[in-house]
């Protein structure tokens, strides 16, 4: 069984459409990996271009393992993308259950 990290209660609303929170959420989140990431790859061209490893790095073929690294990389990045969206769909789905729940007890009791 794992545990819910998600912050409980209302978050704080920008913008008339909650749309239009999550979509500047999503974007927030990929200008922070986009910084990160592209600082990364400019250390990485200018220490490859002193040391002549360029040709190297053009011509790598990853091993399966690395690539089940990237996809684990790739996947936990898409949650954080995604946070807003499933946090809203999983509060979404517990009060529609709360709500059946209810409904079903109600129909039971006038049965």
Do not use: C, H, W
Request: proline share 5%.
């Amino acid at each position: 069984m794992t545990m819910r990290r998600d912050a409980r209660g209302k978050r704080p609303q920008f913008y008339a459409d909650p749309a239009m929170d999550q979509a500047m959420s999503m974007i927030l989140v990929l200008a922070e990996e986009f910084s990160v990431l592209r600082d990364r790859l400019d250390t990485i061209e200018r220490v490859a271009s002193d040391n002549g490893l360029a040709a190297a790095i053009e011509a790598y073929q990853p091993p399966q393992p690395v690539l089940e690294e990237r996809e684990a990389r790739r996947q936990a990045f898409l949650g954080r993308l995604y946070y807003l969206a499933r946090k809203d769909a999983a509060e979404a789905a517990e009060a529609d259950s709360s709500e059946r729940y209810a409904a079903t007890l109600d129909d039971i009791a006038k049965g």
